[in-house]
């Protein structure tokens, strides 16, 4: 036992759970904090964002990298409230972090001081744990729990500190119970359920697989069903990855994220397995389909699509005993006429990469990001048009990561995921990537990459308007009222806030500009780098919904389609497989 500060306490219990960063802003209300920090700096290191938005997102980020919690704080009043998006994410996207939140001194609060509010209730929707220290002995008990349940219940933990307390000297003991950081409960799927899932596989004459994030880990066992089952896979946007994306099999994304080939052979399935998948917008499916459902998560199971088998189980056991079963079936036409459907897209993508007649389209500029993207790398991505140009053409086939913000969507999540992924990964690429719109949310905090040396490539795919928002207008036939933004060179800001600017607009620009970067990287620039890529406002393909069947749609609906999206010499999934008979 020994003495120190309630703060220092706090940090301490941090460093006995593997947290070696945290973000935030200096404040009043936490100066005893940050005191502690310097204390302790050699062990942990402290991240000064320039916003608390941006340090609650890289925070969330940290977690969806690396599988550890991620801790951010704010200042009482408004530094808290500035980390309620970040904090969101976490929520939507069931992922555990720590936010520290300040407060005046205990004998300022009920007296309208300032910068004083309440700020309870004020979390009580956005977390799974949600405490205020009392004293200042709990301080570091109450931290080492909201880490436990964080992990226990996959969301945001908040400790409020009275800044008086955190002065407080108190008899410190290191907590001795063991840091058990993972709360996966293997659920084994009953071997009866299992084999009656490869009755159904070997009855369907359209079986697909369909996997979400609850399939992580499961790359090699999905590889090998697809193979043994002839079944072709699709993702959800967020698990893309998990298999890999160069795989013939694999279809890509269902959805406004995802693919032609995702789209029509969901539509041609009459047998999916959901497997780890909670996706959303399933519930617009055709209610036609044979559903069987695993998941470990019980509230999971139905939510979105009745399943006519539902397994409650780990999804990559569930794949092992498929496995075990011993089932071989032969190539199905319907699994060959996928991949070639999955061929047409590919190259289709590729053409669209190439055409420069109209000027630089987001399609090349994510090609030119493949193309330079080491086999490693990681990337941090925004919301809105580019997820949907990243998704659909980032190589993620062999040691690649990324994060998003799949479920809450927020705006301006792909640099702070940046900063995470590079003081995460410090020697691997790190790549952002997003559209005008969220970058100037967040780009203050290129001051916080070239502050701490991280050489992050931020990729801006610049148009002058909300892309996506624009085309929810058009498709419901409203005005595009207040879409338009107001142009802005990035590659100045990038040099005025230490880092380093280019700005592109044709295939030339952009093919020195990244040779160029791939020099810089290479002889060691510590700076961040920011591409400014001045691209037309063509309206992406959009996915979720692909009118392109003779058997299903008329021929203007069709024309209209294509004429739209000039998706031309790609035949529809039936086309397809009628040429095979």
Known sequence: MSKMTASRALVKVLESWDVDHLYGITAGSLNNLLNALDEEKDNIKYVQVRHEEVGAMAASADHKYTGKIGVSFGSAGPGATHMFNGLYDAKEDNTPMLALVGQVPQPMMNTRFFQEMDELPMFADVSVYNRQASTAKQIPKIIDEAIRTAYQKKGPAVVILPNDLLGTEIDYEPIKTANVSSSIKTVH???????????????????????????????????????????????????????????????????????????????????????????????????????????????????????????????????????????????SDFLKAARLDRE???????????????????????????????????????????????????????????????????????????????????????????????????????????????????????????????????????????????????????????????????????????????????????????????????DPIDTSFVPLDPEQFDQKTIDDYKKRYNVYGQPALSEIMKSLK
């Not at 009953?190 to 009855?203: G, L, R, S, T």
């Not at 007649?357 to 490693?376: N, P």
């Not at 920011?530 to 037309?536: L, P």
């Open 189 to 331: 799927p009953k071997q009866a359920d299992v084999d009656e899932a490869v009755k159904m596989i070997k009855k369907a004459k359209h079986p697909v697989l369909w996997y979400g994030r609850g399939a992580k880990g499961a790359r090699d066992e999905i590889v090998k069903v697809s193979d043994r089952f002839s079944m072709p896979v699709l993702s959800t946007a967020p698990a893309t990855g998990i298999m890999p994306n160069d795989n013939l099999s694999y279809m890509g994304a269902r959805g406004r994220l995802g693919s032609k080939p995702g789209f029509e052979v969901s539509q041609a399935a009459d047998l999916i397995i959901m497997l780890g998948n909670d996706f959303p917008f399933a519930r617009f499916m055709p209610q036609d389909k044979q559903i069987i459902q695993v998941n470990n998560n019980l509230a999971d199971l139905g939510r979105q699509y009745q399943a006519n088998l539902t397994i409650h189980g780990d999804a990559k056991e569930f794949l092992e005993m498929l496995i075990d079963s011993g089932v071989k079936l032969p190539k």
């Open 344 to 538: 047409n897209w590919l190259k289709w993508l590729d053409s669209i990469a190439t055409d420069y007649d109209e000027g630089l389209r987001a399609e090349t500029v994510l090609k030119a990001v493949a193309d330079h993207s080491k086999s490693d790398a990681v990337y941090g991505l925004d919301v809105g048009n580019n997820t949907m140009h990243s998704i659909r053409q980032l190589p993620l086939n062999q040691e690649q990561k990324f994060a998003m913000s799949p479920w809450f969507g927020t705006m301006g999540f792909g640099l702070p995921a940046s900063i995470s992924a590079k003081l995460s990964y410090p020697d691997r690429q790190v790549w952002s990537i997003s559209g005008d719109g969220g970058f100037a949310m967040v780009m203050q905090d290129l001051l916080t990459q070239a502050k701490y040396n991280l050489p992050v490539i931020n990729v801006v795919l610049s148009n002058d308007r909300f892309g996506y928002i624009e085309h929810e207008d058009a498709q419901s036939d409203i005005s595009d009222y207040g879409t338009k933004l107001y142009e802005a060179d990035f590659a100045q800001v990038a040099d005025g806030l230490g880092g380093h600017g280019f700005k592109v607009s044709g295939q030339d620009e952009l093919d020195a500009a990244m040779e160029e970067v791939d020099r810089m990287q290479a002889e060691g620039n510590t700076k961040p780098i920011v591409i400014d890529a001045k691209i037309k406002a063509f």
